[in-house]
């Protein structure tokens, strides 16, 4: 079992930054793949960005790539994800979720959810 918590949402202006942080209870985390997803009012769930266990494999929805930085510390059980250049359509809740064995895009595949962030852009 895995218990995940994320933190670090906020209000932030077009343009501003945000680090989310997703802290992971047991002592296992480097051996789940991570993943961050978002809901936006009145859209499905959608991919962000997922990391492999040890950290060396990163991948990125096309809307995010080059703006946010997914990344861990698995002696500190925990990932981030950096945002820059913030855009009002990065309004949604964050969520980070878990799984064994390699990383995916598919949230179908993700055993271990958090509750969620609220992330809103706008001035």
């Known amino acids: 079992q895995v218990q995940l918590v994320e933190s670090g949402g906020a209000l932030v202006q077009p343009g501003g930054s945000l680090k989310l942080s997703c802290v992971a209870s047991?002592?296992?985390?480097?051996?789940?793949?991570m993943a961050w997803f978002r809901q936006a009012p009145m859209k499905e769930r959608e991919f962000v960005a997922t990391?492999?266990?040890?950290?060396?494999?990163?991948d990125y929805a096309e809307s995010v790539k080059g703006r946010f930085i997914i990344s861990r510390d698995n002696t500190k059980n925990t990932m981030y994800l950096q945002m820059n250049s913030l855009k009002p359509e990065d309004t949604a809740v964050y969520y980070c979720?878990?799984?064994?064995?390699?990383?995916?895009?598919?949230?179908?595949?993700?055993?271990?959810w958090g509750q969620g962030t609220q992330v809103t852009v706008s001035s």
């Open positions: 979720a878990a799984k064994s064995g390699i990383s995916s895009y598919n949230q179908n595949r993700f055993d271990y």
């Open positions: 047991g002592r296992t985390f480097g051996a789940y793949a």
């Open positions: 990391i492999s266990r040890g950290g060396v494999t990163t």
